[in-house]
């Protein structure tokens, strides 16, 4: 396919995600995301971020595999994690699951910094050369075990988790800055929802489950 015919995709895309927004306006309380964040999901180029033998399929409206287990996530669900952030000008972000680097992409047209952790190095090494490609380089990647996060870099104002732990890591709770947000997937695989995390001024802690989800399991192990 062109370049051409991927844009045209990629609109047909943001039309799909918008139609989403709409149909669960009730759980995200708002008819629609927020117009920054449709213009990151336009500008970022997903089939750039796919294996090569589905970059047809790149555009659709649901996951895609990438290898060793993993899925790059839902448009609609990239896109609604990344409103929820609610991400300004200057900010620094933690990902914690960088697959082959295309919600990094996304937070990177709207944040100052973004730091991303991953555990498989091959798909860690996949996402920087992708990144690096398409012109997002204030992207830093890091080989470990998400879990963790990323300390010497903390506080972050915004953290974003892209696989499941059972519950929200204590570690990553440390590392949210006073008044930040997280948006992270909770749960037993069967159960899991999309939480809201945010740490107010005084660091109380609070959770608003959004939708129900499905991710791949967050390593909960030693330290790699």
């Given at each position: 396919?062109?370049?051409?015919?991927?844009?045209?995709?990629?609109?047909?895309?943001?039309?799909?995600?918008?139609?989403?927004?709409?149909?669960?306006?009730?759980?995200?309380?708002?008819?629609?995301l927020?117009?920054?964040?449709?213009?990151?999901?336009?500008?970022?180029?997903?089939?750039?971020?796919?294996?090569?033998?589905?970059?047809?399929?790149?555009?659709?409206?649901?996951?895609?595999?990438?290898?060793?287990?993993?899925?790059?996530?839902?448009?609609?669900?990239?896109?609604?994690?990344?409103?929820?952030?609610?991400?300004?000008?200057?900010?620094?972000?933690?990902?914690?699951?960088?697959?082959?680097?295309?919600?990094?992409?996304?937070?990177?047209?709207?944040?100052?910094?973004?730091?991303?952790?991953?555990?498989?190095?091959?798909?860690?090494?996949?996402?920087?050369?992708?990144?690096?490609?398409?012109g997002?380089?204030?992207?830093?990647?890091?080989?470990?075990?998400?879990?963790?996060?990323?300390?010497?870099?903390?506080?972050?104002?915004?953290?974003?988790?892209?696989?499941?732990?059972?519950?929200?890591?204590?570690?990553l709770l440390?590392?949210?800055?006073?008044?930040?947000?997280?948006?992270?997937?909770?749960?037993?695989?069967?159960?899991?929802?999309?939480?809201?995390?945010?740490?107010?001024?005084?660091?109380?802690?609070?959770?608003?489950?959004?939708?129900?989800?499905r991710?791949?399991?967050?390593?909960?192990?030693?330290?790699?």
């Open positions: 396919m062109s370049e051409a015919e991927f844009e045209v995709e990629r609109h047909q895309m943001l039309a799909d995600i918008a139609a989403h927004a709409a149909m669960v306006h009730e759980r995200i309380g708002k008819p629609a927020d117009p920054r964040v449709m213009a990151a999901m336009a500008r970022v180029p997903r089939h750039r971020f796919v294996p090569v033998e589905i970059r047809r399929f790149a555009y659709l409206d649901q996951p895609l595999p990438i290898g060793y287990g993993k899925t790059i996530s839902q448009p609609f669900i990239v896109a609604l994690m990344t409103d929820l952030l609610d991400l300004q000008a200057g900010e620094r972000v933690l990902e914690i699951g960088s697959g082959m680097g295309y919600q990094a992409a996304v937070l990177a047209t709207l944040a100052a910094r973004v730091y991303s952790v991953e555990i498989i190095a091959e798909l860690a090494e996949e996402a920087s050369a992708r990144l690096g490609e398409t997002f380089g204030s992207v830093e990647i890091r080989v470990a075990n998400g879990y963790y996060g990323w300390p010497e870099h903390a506080p972050y104002d915004k953290i974003i988790v892209t696989a499941a732990p059972q519950l929200v890591p204590p570690p440390g590392q949210l800055k006073a008044g930040g947000r997280m948006v992270i997937p909770a749960g037993l695989p069967e159960s899991q929802q999309l939480l809201l995390v945010e740490k107010d001024a005084e660091g109380r802690i609070s959770m608003r489950e959004i939708l129900p989800v991710f791949s399991t967050l390593e909960e192990e030693a330290e790699i």
